[in-house]
């Protein structure tokens, strides 16, 4: 099925230690996006691409880095894990104008930071 | 900066009520607002989507409306069922390619 996937659904670190999630989407989309979700906070953006090669900070960009070599993919990179970066992550796919674009969520990846 | 608020924050309704959920954001520039639904442990379903030009969307027991001038949008479920028990949250976008959510509201429909 058509959609965006994200792996993997669960994580556990230990503080310092390095990941990466992995989001693709094979709709072709150009915009993709990254969001945390953390109770009474709702969903933050952390990095968002354009398309492929162009990336920048959204909202809380502290503590991870993102690159886009591809159109399908968005990874994620956590350098030095923090028990603060205990959320869950999803990303997220959008094309099309403006004006009707909407967007299409991954599942989700939920990490515990101990 | 763009502020998303959702209010109530937690309802509860017994099966076969309508009801009708709010939100409201502060910079009335935007391209579009979006209405998702997330059952628990789970990721967002979009529901409906409403261009700045629009006043209102539906889909089956769904309708949401946009008053962009006023800054609010509602969610109005019909003929409530236990099965759309979830959070709904509803999402804006304004500058640039980025989404502004609010906090969401817990619903639960009692059988």
């Known amino acids: 099925n058509a959609g965006v996937t994200q792996t993997p659904k669960f994580q556990v670190l230990k503080t310092g230690q390095s990941m990466t999630l992995q989001c693709a989407q094979d709709?072709?989309?150009?915009?993709m996006s990254w969001y945390r979700q953390d109770p009474g906070m709702g969903l933050r953006l952390i990095h968002y691409?354009?398309?492929?090669?162009?990336?920048d900070q959204g909202e809380v960009p502290n503590g991870y880095n993102v690159s886009r070599s591809t159109t399908e993919d968005f990874p994620l990179r956590l350098l030095s894990a923090a028990p603060s970066q205990t959320s869950v992550y999803f990303c997220?796919?959008?094309?099309?104008?403006?004006?009707?674009?909407?967007?299409?969520f991954g599942s989700g990846t939920r990490l515990t930071v101990v | 900066k763009q502020e998303v608020t959702q209010i109530p924050a937690a309802l509860s309704v017994p099966e076969g009520e309508n009801l009708v959920l709010n939100c409201s954001f502060t910079?009335?520039?935007?391209?579009?607002l979006q209405w998702f639904r997330q059952d628990p442990g789970k990721g967002l379903t979009s529901l409906l989507l409403i261009q700045s030009s629009q006043r209102e969307q539906t889909s089956g027991r769904l309708n949401a409306s946009l008053d962009k001038s006023s800054g609010r949008s509602t969610l109005y479920i019909a003929a409530s069922q236990p099965g759309d028990s979830a959070t709904y949250l509803c999402a804006v976008r304004s500058s640039g390619d980025k989404l502004t959510f609010g906090t969401g509201t817990r619903l639960a429909v009692r059988p």
């Open positions: 910079d009335s520039a935007i391209y579009n």
């Open positions: 709709m072709n989309h150009e915009y």
């Open positions: 691409s354009v398309g492929a090669g162009i990336t």
């Open positions: 997220a796919s959008s094309t099309g104008d403006s004006r009707v674009r909407g967007y299409t």
